[in-house]
């Protein structure tokens, strides 16, 4: 059976009038016609066989088996979150032809007269939100397809869960029908909307601070809130997040947070990332959450548990930084160890010889490659006219590298 083209074109918002001559040509010349109803309202004189666009997997079966010039309509750019990912992986590549229009984001930006040069464009449609909030929290702009269950309402609880309410947001609503509505509110203002099923949703940053003022490595320890001074300080913060070789995505457990300095560096560092703070003491947790909203750390999760319980509900990482155990450092170890990804890290941070002897111990034990660094940090301090060194406690960082594949 002959193979014949496939064209995939864009309907773009106005209709058969935004397709152009050359796509208008190619759809009367067809014999088979696919898109949802609404495109296909749009063609009414086409002569041949009209389809309404099926799930994927009979869309390929239908395509593979027609002897037909095919057409297959999609909303805008059938390669931008549409039709053409799929079909481009099971049909060859020479087969598709395909005819790019103006995509529903472009519209809706120009329509609320907003650059979107410098935007991110996800897609929550039948997709689940996964990692979609943890990339919104990290942009200054925004734009999200969203579907019937994952609706701007539920974006914006996912938000507000993690603090994250400092956003402009559009809902925009019936794009090039006769229904059209763009509704300009607040995160907590979606929370209140009920828009049309075909919709999508635009958040822009707006009062939320920059953090200009902070480094995104090197914090001064006295812009944390802490209880007693027990907090990671800086230059040993600094060694033990080089320890843990961050990456933009990854999944990071912080056992035994504290005051959460480490947490919400290694979330300047690793903004697409997923990280969970775990923490039991009520004085720690108030300092925690205080300094988490001062330093937007929205891609930190505060999880108000004493390891290794609390672990169990969590990702598997892959990094893990135990900076107190609470004296169940061999239980820590254990689940640690039995949820780490292959090629993962562990690093511990331990002040008496005793910690460090046994987390060896553990660590090797488990079939770990451990290596040990002892920081010893002198700052200075004033003495009349004259300045002085003062030694702090030496710290051991312990890490340790789980065999596998990274």
């Not at 979150?81 to 799929?86: I, L, N, Q």
């Not at 229009?101 to 991110?120: C, G, H, L």
């Not at 940053?205 to 490595?217: A, C, D, Q, V």
Request: proline share 5%.
């Amino acid at each position: 059976m002959a193979q014949e083209t496939i064209y995939l074109i864009g309907a773009g918002i106005e209709g058969q009038e935004g397709v152009s001559a050359k796509a208008r040509e190619l759809i009367a010349g067809s014999g088979l016609l696919v898109g949802r109803q609404r495109h296909l309202d749009r063609f009414a004189d086409f002569g041949g066989e009209k389809v309404v666009l099926p799930e994927l997997p009979a869309l390929l079966e239908l395509l593979k088996n027609t002897d037909k010039q095919a057409v297959v309509l999609a909303s805008g750019d059938p390669n931008f979150f549409g039709v053409a990912r799929f079909l481009l992986r099971n049909l060859p590549k020479e087969r598709l032809e395909i005819f790019a229009n103006v995509t529903s984001m472009q519209y809706a930006f120009a329509r609320i007269k907003e650059p979107w040069d410098d935007a991110i464009f996800l897609s929550v449609h039948g997709r689940g939100m996964g990692r979609v909030i943890d990339k919104i929290v990290a942009s200054e702009k925004a734009c999200i397809l969203t579907d019937p269950v994952n609706t701007p309402a539920a974006i914006a609880r996912e938000l507000l869960d993690r603090g994250a309410e400092g956003y402009e947001a559009w809902v925009c609503e019936n794009l090039g029908l006769p229904g059209e509505k763009f509704t300009r509110t607040d995160v907590k203002g979606l929370l209140q909307l009920t828009p049309s099923d075909l919709n999508l949703l635009i958040l822009i940053r707006t009062w939320e601070p920059t953090l200009t003022n902070y480094p995104l490595i090197g914090i001064d320890d006295e812009e944390f809130a802490t209880i007693k001074k027990l907090i990671t300080k800086q230059e040993v913060r600094a060694v033990t997040l080089a320890k843990l070789q961050l990456q933009n995505d990854l999944v990071l457990w912080d056992i035994g947070a504290g005051s959460g300095s480490v947490s919400i560096e290694a979330s300047n560092l690793m903004p697409n990332g997923k990280l969970f703070a775990l923490e039991k003491n009520p004085q720690c947790v108030a300092h925690l959450r205080e300094n988490l909203a001062k330093f937007c750390a929205h891609n930190v999760k505060l999880v108000e548990a004493c390891a290794p319980e609390g672990l169990e509900d969590l990702p598997d990482p892959d990094r893990v930084f135990i900076g107190g155990a609470g004296g169940s450092l061999e239980e820590i170890v254990e689940q640690v160890d039995r949820r780490l990804k292959g090629g993962g890290l562990i690093v511990l941070n331990a002040v008496t010889l005793d910690t460090l002897g046994r987390s060896v111990e553990l660590l090797e034990y488990h079939g770990y490659q451990v290596e040990v660094a002892c920081i010893n940090v002198a700052r200075t301090r004033p003495l009349t006219e004259y300045k002085l060194f003062e030694a702090q406690n030496p710290i051991y960082i312990i890490s340790a590298a789980k065999p596998g594949a990274a």
